[in-house]
């Protein structure tokens, strides 16, 4: 768990320098908006719409750490070896 927050962290330097595009790749060689840095742009926006986008992408990445942080809980406990 610590490594994956580690890497999520480190990566946020990256996410900003590396650029922001809009358009939905169709491969996987394309460049592609992260989670993060589409919700700090459509923030900025004054459409209301893509305002709610961001409100409901932040909501996603939001339910994403928490069951990254609680299935990682659940497997901690079945490999540990002082069983409760």
Known sequence: ML?????IGDAAGVMFTAGF???IPTSL???AATLPLSIFFQLSSPSPEVRDRAYTAALLLTLIVLVLSISGRLVSRYFSKNKI
């Open 21 to 23: 595009t809009d358009s």
């Open 29 to 31: 060689s394309q460049p």
């Open 3 to 7: 490594s994956i927050g580690r890497a």
